[in-house]
């Protein structure tokens, strides 16, 4: 990855906390549908501000979380058994300290895109276990929140990024893997604007708006979103997801 796209992520570490976050529910079940325990190791691929691995440490034996951002890496939370290590995970081989390890499966949040197939296909092959899944989570407004779409379009008004496809989809396929089930959570949501204009910041192509374009951004969200408005607060559906992808011989 480019060092743009590296300060890019430095940027909008800040903000990152503002996205909303994984479902407690998604982690409990997923635990089940993986058949987690005290023996399991994860890997969290490009791991940002820890998210995940936070989320999965107490079900686990330990998590392996890695970023090339050393901003979000700052603010992932510490656990006894989360260890983070930053690193460019379309450079060839893991760092030496886990290039070697074998993980029991791979979970990747909001991310996989950044991975070229072929450093996906690679990490594959030296690092999962046999039998082992890549479990693909995100978590987002849900389509059917009534404002969603034209805070997409503000939001990409301002700064439309870039589009990344479905290149880490892309890279399970060539890997031989497809998706075999997965766990979705929904939930209503009521939050400020406050929170709206910062999860919009923590897109890495908003997040080093100059302080007075950030004032402009509020001030046309604020009318954008006045129809919606009720006791001050928006209501919005959230939904939490993880997809399971596990080899194709294993769906036989």
């Not at 994860?42 to 951002?69: H, M, P, T, W, Y």
């Not at 690679?122 to 805070?151: F, H, K, M």
Request: a neutral charge; hydrophobic letters at 40%.
């Amino acid at each position: 990855m480019t060092a743009e796209t590296r300060d890019a992520f430095d940027a909008t570490s800040k903000f990152y906390d503002r996205r909303l976050p994984y479902d407690t529910r998604l982690f409990q079940q997923l635990a089940i549908e993986l058949a987690l325990g005290p023996e399991v190791s994860l890997l969290d691929i490009c791991c940002g501000n820890g998210q995940l691995s936070v989320g999965f440490a107490d079900r686990v034996k330990e998590v392996v979380g890695i970023d090339f951002s050393e901003g979000m890496l700052k603010r992932a939370p510490q656990r006894p058994n989360i260890r983070y290590l930053r690193h460019d995970l379309n450079a060839p081989a893991l760092p030496g300290a886990v290039a070697d390890h074998r993980f029991h499966h791979f979970v990747v949040g909001r991310a996989i895109h950044w991975l070229t197939p072929e450093s996906l296909v690679a990490l594959i092959g030296s690092n999962l276990r046999p039998g082992g899944s890549v479990v693909n989570c995100g978590a987002g407004w849900s389509d059917d929140t009534p404002w969603l779409e034209q805070y997409v379009a503000l939001r990409k008004s301002y700064r439309p990024g870039q589009a990344r496809g479905g290149r880490g989809n892309a890279g399970l396929g060539m890997a031989g893997f497809a998706q075999q089930g997965g766990v979705r959570v929904n939930k209503t949501i009521w939050c400020d604007l406050e929170l709206l204009v910062k999860h919009a910041l923590s897109y890495s192509s908003l997040g080093d708006m100059a302080p007075d374009e950030v004032e402009y951004f509020r001030e046309d969200l604020t009318k954008l979103m006045e129809p919606y408005r009720a006791d001050g607060l928006y209501q919005g559906n959230a939904v939490t997801w993880g997809a399971i992808y596990r080899r194709n011989e294993q769906l036989a």
